[in-house]
């Protein structure tokens, strides 16, 4: 199998910039898979900007599309997949996840999310007045789902994102039920 043993799909979970499209793309391309993003596909599927859809549809009509994509691309083999940050949020949906691949939840202190996320305004939910106690209670809610759907936790705020797809390329062989990576 070209991920891991075991493994055909791997799907990224995690906040806003916790890292699932840098480290997907760069796990992909070190195992000869195809990296898709849930969200590039809803942009290239639409046309538009993520902004753009929640402008239009509001956010229950982005979900819709997102839980749609997710379907579709989970039902591929030999493929990685980075989710949107509230694609857990439906329960379809992580029964879908948990069920399909090997789910991998990259875990970020809000703190360092909302560094690497504030000048960034392509994220509709932080466009708020205060987007650093937004990142804290978003966190608080998902971070009991990403966890019940994970195989894998690791800690995606400790290094560079290059040693971050070393470990999970580690683990991949042993993947079999959750595992903590420190
Ligand atoms: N391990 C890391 N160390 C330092 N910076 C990182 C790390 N991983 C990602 N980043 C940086 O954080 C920002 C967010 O990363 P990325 O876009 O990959 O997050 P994401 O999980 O895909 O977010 P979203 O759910 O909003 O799409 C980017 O600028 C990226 O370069
Ligand atoms: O955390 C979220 O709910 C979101 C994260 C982004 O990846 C996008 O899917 C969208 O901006 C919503
Ligand atoms: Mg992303």
Redo the contacts with the bound molecule.
Sequence with gaps: MAIGFHVTCLILI?M????????GRELAKRRGVRFVDC?HEIIARTGVTIPTIFEIEGEAGFRRRETQVIDELTRESDIII?T??GAVLDEKNREMLMQRGIVVYLNVAPQILWE?TRNDRN?PLLNVENPRARIEELYAVRDPLYRQVADIIVD?GR???NS?VRQIEKVLPTLRKTTCIH
Excluded: E
């Design positions: 995690g806003m910039g916790a890292g699932k499209t840098t480290i969200d980075a949107g940050g690497r994220r995606g290094c560079n994102p971050m």
